[in-house]
């Protein structure tokens, strides 16, 4: 009897494994490049097949490709020999709430559509949680307001930064490599918090970290309170700087900040200077020394944060030393600075090095006489990926040494740091205990396309999964109704995903190119710019998804050919369009002056040549196989350049003069340019050589002056 259940059993084991999925692609089909309009709705749809034996109950997922949680590579290998930061900061100066497409900041100028950015509350005084944080990607940047792709999780506020009731946020650019590589002579660091941005250091690579020097982010979080130098007539010196701000006069503690040393403003007292407290995080710091006397030093700053890192946080900086006899005897020393934050997200890391986010060691004092600053706390490490190889104590987020002018005259101590490790496997040990061990990134693959309204890169307003029963040879289409709202000029792989109890399987993947969204497609300066009686007269104009004209809000610069801004103004397009003037520079800047004009999500780009005569090139007009935007890999590419001089003529013999060169990419191809005749040169390249999937071809005429006017196309490679 039992081996007969047995053969039965197997039987239908049998049958179950002879059952086979299959899924194909119907729309946006397989195998070829389907163009898409951001914003728009598309139909995704599927043909699901069972054969063999009954498939019984199958569910469907959409799914789209994702650089998961390590980042997509964008910005290549990183090998770094010596001391380099390789973030950009900019502080956030308006609030931006949950649910806000958009964050103000000081300054956009390093942030670039595309980029990944980390936003994180430094600093709540008056508003939000300290230590707030999530990831971010930017749609595009108009002035300097940053357009996000999907909606903010958290709130993040701003008011009376570098203060001591400070709230204060800051927007962090996270490079995304393939591979970083930091040799024994180099360092990734930190720029140092100035009450405004700095102290952390965030980047991902979808390969391998290798730290034979060090990622250091050492004293470089909240400040030190000042030490009492010279006549100052206050009780105390300054608290370190903490999640509230600044320090003042006391002894207490400023929340994470160590308390200030006594400091003896009274000549001949009798009295002494005392050492300032060390700055908190994980736990509290320890006290500053009282002074020979018996005048009290600093208390320690207070324990503040959450094991996990869910808030990101820096750590506080130790208490000022107090003086003696108003600085005749010796002058107290300054609190030392806390930890800053390291956030590194890859595939695998091996450190061989050092991980160090620890805090400041303070300065001892000259005098026993005169108080010692407080020593800085550790601040936030968090390292997450699949392999993570880290060494003995190699990583760490120590609080730093109180300094000492004779034992046991010291500031004091500064608090350990917090420090996470996430990973599927884990070799070595930090040098603090991490506090809380999560599970490894997302890598690179295939994710289910998301029901969350305006998801980035898509979302689906139907079911997901969806469900057939399948007998065998039976088939069932499957669609699903999936938004845009990824970047434009960006390429996804689309898919299908089917699976029964005993089977599963994917479609070949359909390959969708993302175009512009409703709005402004383009901001293009008109070609007609001209001068008359000293003012430049130009035009600035909009475009729809379909070449319609459109309103739309822009900022314009208008730059010289000395690179000095000679305009800079915010206007909309009434009708399409933005007439303008400019008054020229007197004395003239001669030679090529640029209109610069951008949307929120589009850039156009102008130019003219100030001063130069009627025969120079004054634009230059590019054209490939008339409009075409989009190559087949191994076709001919056939690229016309037209240069005309500010009367609208034609300029010949460029090509003879050596005055005109052709690019594809970074290779010069102006040898196999023929020219037309009236002003229009010519050129065919074949696209199987080049790689990846953007391109560009640019020509560039110059004037006798060796000025470039110059005009670039970009173009799509697939296949």
């Given amino acids: 009897m039992k081996n007969r259940t047995i053969l039965v059993f197997a039987a239908i084991l049998a049958l179950q494994a002879s059952a086979a999925i299959s899924v194909a692609m119907v729309s946006p089909p397989a195998n070829q490049t389907t163009n898409l309009t951001q914003g728009n709705f598309f139909n995704m749809t599927v043909n699901v097949t069972c054969s063999g034996t009954p498939c019984g109950n199958v569910s469907m997922v959409s799914q789209h490709n994702s650089s998961g949680e390590i980042g997509g590579g964008e910005n290549g290998p990183l090998a770094i020999s010596a001391p380099t930061i390789v973030n950009d900061y900019a502080a956030v100066t308006a609030n931006a709430f949950a649910g806000a497409m958009t ?5 956009a100028a390093a942030f670039s559509a595309g980029n990944e950015i980390l936003v994180t509350q430094v600093q709540n005084a008056s508003a939000g949680v ?3 944080h999530e990831f971010a990607t930017l749609l595009g940047i108009l002035g300097n307001t940053l357009y996000l792709t999907i909606p903010l999780a958290n709130s993040y506020y701003t008011s009376s930064q570098n203060s001591t009731s400070a709230t204060a946020a800051q927007a962090v650019r996270v490079p995304h490599y393939t591979t970083v590589n930091v040799t024994a002579t180099g360092s990734i660091i930190a720029k140092p918090w100035d009450g405004y941005t700095g102290g952390v250091i965030a980047f991902k690579a979808n390969s391998t970290v290798t730290v034979t020097g060090s990622i250091n982010a050492t004293g470089t979080g909240f400040r030190g309170g000042s030490g009492v130098s010279g006549a100052q007539t206050i009780t105390f010196a300054y608290q370190g700087e903490s999640f509230t701000g600044t320090g003042a006069s006391s002894n207490l503690s400023n929340k994470g900040g160590g308390g200030g040393g006594f400091n003896n403003f009274e000549v001949f007292s009798g009295m002494s200077g005392a050492s300032g407290g060390g700055g908190g995080y994980s736990s509290t710091g320890t006290n500053g020394y009282q002074s020979p006397e018996g005048q009290p030093g600093g208390i320690n700053g ?15 900086g130790g208490g000022g030393g107090g003086t003696d006899n108003n600085g005749s005897i010796g002058n107290g020393t300054d609190g030392a600075t806390g930890g800053g934050i390291i956030y590194v997200s890859a595939d695998k890391v091996v450190v061989t090095g050092s991980v160090l986010s620890n805090g400041a060691n303070s300065q001892g004092s000259t005098s026993t006489y005169a108080g010692s600053g407080g020593a800085g706390a550790g601040g936030s490490t968090r390292l997450r990926a699949n392999n993570l190889t880290i060494g003995n104590r190699l990583v760490n987020a120590s609080g730093g040494t109180g300094g000492c002018s004779a034992s046991p005259y010291c500031g004091g101590n500064g608090s350990t740091g917090r420090i996470r490790l996430d990973y599927a496997a884990l070799s070595g040990s930090s040098g603090q205990p991490s506090g809380y061990n999560g599970s490894a990134p997302l890598p690179p693959g295939y994710v289910n396309i998301s029901n969350a309204s305006g ?11 969806q469900y057939c029963t399948l007998s065998a040879g039976q088939s069932c289409l499957v669609t699903w109704q999936v938004n845009t709202t990824a970047q434009v000029a960006t390429i996804y792989l689309l898919r299908g995903y089917a699976r029964s109890t005993t089977q599963s399987n994917a479609s070949t993947p359909s390959t969708v190119v993302v175009y512009a969204r409703p709005g402004p497609r383009g901001v293009a300066t008109s070609k007609s710019a001209y001068t008359v009686c000293g003012k430049l007269y130009f035009r600035i104009s909009a475009f729809g998804p379909s070449g319609n004209p459109v309103n739309a809000p822009i900022n314009y610069k208008i730059i010289d050919a000395a690179a000095a801004v000679q305009q800079d103004r915010n206007v909309t397009t009434p009708g399409g369009s933005y007439y303008g003037t400019c008054p020229l520079s007197n004395p003239l800047a001669r030679g090529e002056w640029t ?5 929120a999500f589009t850039r156009g780009l102008g130019s003219f040549i100030a001063g130069a005569g009627n025969a120079e090139p004054w634009r230059t007009d590019l054209a490939l196989d008339g409009n075409k935007v989009k190559y087949r890999r191994g076709e001919n590419l056939a690229a016309t350049a037209t240069v005309y001089s500010m009367d609208g003529l034609g300029l010949e013999s460029l090509l003879a003069a050596n005055r005109l060169k052709m690019f594809i990419d970074s290779t010069d191809v102006t040898a196999t340019a023929s020219d037309l005749g009236q002003g229009s040169y010519s050129f065919t390249y074949n696209t199987s050589s080049l790689g990846g999937a953007v391109h560009s071809v640019r020509a560039f005429a110059n004037t006798t002056a060796g000025v470039q006017v110059t005009t670039v196309k970009s173009f799509y490679l697939f296949g």
Avoid: C, E, H, R
């Fill in 302 to 316: 207070s324990t503040y944060g959450l094991p996990a890192l869910s808030l990101l946080m820096l750590g506080s």
């Fill in 595 to 599: 209109i610069k004009a951008m949307s």
């Fill in 103 to 107: 964050i103000q900041v000081d300054s």
């Fill in 130 to 132: 300290a230590g707030a």
């Fill in 455 to 465: 998801n980035y890169p898509f979302y689906t307003t139907s079911p997901q999964p």
